[in-house]
């Protein structure tokens, strides 16, 4: 079954950077889009980027979507963060009709 398992969250000062990781596992990685997603408390979850299968990166202003196809593995590069960023960020793919999601990690920016 798909699984993606999300990591690097945590605590940030503002101005900081942290680099998030997405462990795919259950379908053929390299044939698919991955993107990454966002929910902060009490707002709706939203895109933050995504990256086609046949790209190594790709820049969305102060974050970096990549991914190894070799490893199976989805990363969000995010530097400069500012206190808005705070959120449960999420890792996804879209199979056949079907939104697959991650756990979550907790990405927190504050002072």
């Known amino acids: 079954q798909v699984q993606l398992v999300e990591s690097g969250g945590g605590l940030v000062q503002p101005g900081g950077s942290l680099r998030l990781s997405c462990a795919a596992s259950?379908?053929?990685?390299?044939?698919?889009?991955m993107s990454w997603y966002r929910q902060a408390p009490g707002k709706e979850r939203e895109l933050v980027a995504t990256?086609?299968?046949n790209l190594a990166d790709s820049v969305k202003g102060r974050f970096t979507i990549s991914r190894d196809n070799a490893k199976n593995t989805v990363s969000l590069q995010m530097n400069n963060l500012k206190p808005e960023d705070t959120a449960v960020y999420y890792c996804?793919?879209?199979?056949?009709?079907?939104?697959?999601w991650g756990q979550g990690t907790q990405v927190t920016v504050s002072s």
């Open positions: 996804n793919v879209f199979i056949a009709t079907m939104d697959y």
């Open positions: 259950g379908f053929t990685f390299r044939l698919y889009a």
């Open positions: 990256i086609t299968s």
